[in-house]
């Protein structure tokens, strides 16, 4: 068999060539006799599952999702500040500075226009592989079941991606006869609750004929497995039940032409229930096929006795960046051929060869002040719910002693914001003063890079306006360890994970917090998450002799909050956190305070150390759903608006 990953190109050529010429969302295109050909036998119709593939194969870029480049995660150069164009299609960044608009909409996947996929296009393809797959007379009814059961995981997956961005969308269950009428062709959106039970009903159809794990690891990675569909099915429910789909007031009057309401603005708790039988069902499944939370166990090539702050740190790390095969966690990654291939955007410069090197890495994903606020102390606790951590005085300077070699540099001054945070903060984010272990530094610890990022003359300074962070923060969770930015920049690359295992832990915690569970049948859920971190469990942490809120756990309110904090620390850059503001309806609180980084041309700390407004964002509550664009409204009348647009 051939590997799915050789053959993307040809997936290209083959979209390319089925795809019509005519703007609707579901017609059948009129080229039969290629349809013929791409089913004529098993190879053939092999080659067309993976055109099915491709387009989640072009989902590689994490900042061409609005899940990462508009949660307000990571900031980006804007056209008035510092330009750069190389590589990277700045569409969703600049979203958060008001250029949305319902006549060009940005990251169109509606359409596949401004940096979107054609979802729809995706879907007509699936569609046509589950039309024509009884064709090949030489294909067997295992592998037959398998790819069916693989399409309709990929068919309900893209329908997903759409009612994240737009909510009620129209279902395309079949593709309709190229002779069918306009009228035909003039889809309406269908109901949220519809959208979500077709998508359930397809993943519930699928995951029995899927692989629980790819044994052929070789050729098949990447490939749909049952422990993947299980995943999705649980975020879908998770997703139903949240506040943007459930019970939103906000939407009372988004109806068909027809009448049709198509939110419910009645909040249903049931669906709470539905959302954790499945994540129940999902983690039982993951667990029983053996995925554990990733830890990290120190390679031949480093200290005997590697001090546990590393290993703690590389723990998280290697959770995100180690290889498939190895990491336990990982239920789903960007396929194998498309390694996350933008690590230089989160790398510093680190020596004096990566600082005359600096066309290698440009590092300007930025991570804002508010980001980097949101990790724990080395308690466990949000910094201003903790008695032992000076909050008020955050941005004073300190030195770092000995105490604190592995996270921050011995005899370097920085701010206390710096000091006292849990190990995830450490391996989330690199700032000034900051120990970065690896590198092709991997022998004394002690002695280990470190970022320096004070002006224009430090190695991670501002140099000129393509290769400046301009926040002083990189999201260093985003760069394999054994990457190396010297006099050149050596990638050791990794698979960007769509769902790990920490993910289930925390949607099944929050699914049951939202059902009403008492605390104590939530926290082990959470407290699983945390021990990995290395910080104390819920309960140990909140208590009357470290925080100021000691009950906070116990009230259903007060649980929700940590669930919240812990899923956006948890999978902070992962694309996740983005979503969930969305269906938690907290973006709109996130995006009302200006973005802020430090003074990066100053080369003083007393003057570093002063927060600046990067930019305010620009978010209302008609930016929750991505508008459709005019256009389509005028060629099919049956379509309508999103509020607000």
């Not at 969703?92 to 949305?100: D, K, S």
């Amino acid at each position: 068999m051939k590997s799915l990953y050789s053959k993307i190109i040809f997936a290209v050529v083959m979209v390319s060539s089925i795809a019509s010429c005519k703007k609707y969302l579901n017609v059948t295109p009129d080229n039969v006799g290629t349809i013929d050909y791409a089913f004529r036998n098993r190879n053939e119709a092999e080659n067309y599952l993976f055109t099915c593939y491709s387009t989640l194969q072009q989902l590689q870029n994490p900042w061409l999702d609005g899940g990462f480049s508009t949660s307000g995660e990571i900031v980006f150069p804007g056209q008035n500040e510092i330009n750069d164009t190389q590589g990277i299609k700045a569409t969703g960044f600049n979203m958060m500075r008001g250029t949305q608009t319902s006549t060009n909409p940005g990251l169109n996947y509606w359409d596949g226009n401004e940096d979107g996929q054609a979802m729809f296009n995706a879907i007509r393809r699936c569609n046509t592989m589950l039309e024509n797959i009884d064709k090949p007379i030489d294909l067997g009814d295992t592998e037959k079941r398998r790819w069916i059961a693989e399409v309709k995981f990929l068919k309900a997956y893209y329908h997903f991606y759409l009612f994240r961005m737009y909510g009620p969308i129209p279902i395309t269950d079949v593709n309709l006869p190229i002779n069918s009428s306009i009228e035909e062709t003039r889809v309406k959106r269908k109901p949220v609750d519809s959208v979500v039970n077709y998508m359930v009903k397809l993943l519930d159809e699928a995951t029995p004929d899927l692989p629980t794990q790819i044994q052929n690891q070789t050729q098949e990675l990447g490939r749909i497995t049952s422990l993947i569909s299980r995943a999705v099915k649980a975020q879908i429910l998770v997703a139903a039940a949240s506040p943007l789909f459930n019970g939103n007031t906000d939407y009372a009057g988004l109806r068909n032409k027809d009448g049709q309401q198509l939110f419910s603005v009645q909040k249903d708790q049931q669906k709470w229930d539905r959302a954790a039988q499945a994540c129940d069902e999902a983690l039982k499944a993951c667990l029983a096929a053996g995925l554990r939370l990733h830890t990290f166990i120190p390679t031949a090539n480093m200290p005997a006795n590697l001090p546990q702050e590393l290993v703690n740190v590389l723990s998280f790390q290697t959770a995100i960046t180690d290889k498939w095969e190895q990491n336990t966690e990982l239920i789903w990654g960007m396929a194998p051929v498309f390694g996350f291939g933008k690590q230089e955007r989160c790398i510093p410069r680190l020596n004096a060869a990566a600082a005359l090197n600096i066309n290698s890495a440009q590092g300007t994903f930025a991570v804002p002040i508010a980001e980097q606020e949101l990790f724990y102390t080395n308690n466990g606790l949000p910094i201003e719910e903790d008695k032992t951590w000076d909050y008020r005085n955050r941005y004073t300077l300190q030195t770092a002693g000995t105490a604190d070699q592995y996270y921050v540099h011995n005899g370097y001054e920085t701010v206390k914001a710096h000091f006292k945070r849990e190990p995830r903060f450490y391996a989330s984010i690199a700032f000034d003063g900051g120990v970065w272990y690896g590198n092709g530094q991997l022998g004394d610890p002690a002695n280990a890079n470190y970022v320096q990022a004070r002006g224009t003359t430090s190695f991670a300074g501002p140099k000129d306006g393509a290769h400046t962070n301009i926040s002083g923060y990189w999201p260093k969770k985003l760069v394999n360890y054994l990457t190396v930015y010297n006099d050149r920049l050596s990638y050791e690359d990794f698979h960007f994970p769509l769902m790990r295992l920490s993910d289930l832990y925390l949607l099944y915690a929050e699914a049951l917090n939202e059902q009403g569970k008492n605390y104590s049948e939530v926290l082990p859920y959470i407290d699983e998450v945390r021990k990995r971190a290395k910080i104390p469990t819920v309960a140990d942490a909140w208590t009357a002799t470290l925080s100021t809120n000691p009950m906070k756990y116990t009230s259903q309110a007060g649980l929700r909050q940590i669930i919240h904090q812990e899923r956006r620390i948890e999978l902070a850059f992962e694309c996740i956190p983005g979503w969930d503001l969305r269906r938690w309806k907290e973006l709109q609180t996130v995006m009302a305070k200006p973005m802020q980084g430090w003074s990066i041309f100053d080369d003083q700390s007393v003057n570093y150390y002063r927060p600046r407004n990067l930019f305010v964002p620009v978010f209302s509550t008609k930016d929750y759903l991505w508008p459709i664009k005019a256009d389509n409204l005028a060629v099919n009348p049956n379509l309508v608006q999103n509020p607000f647009w």
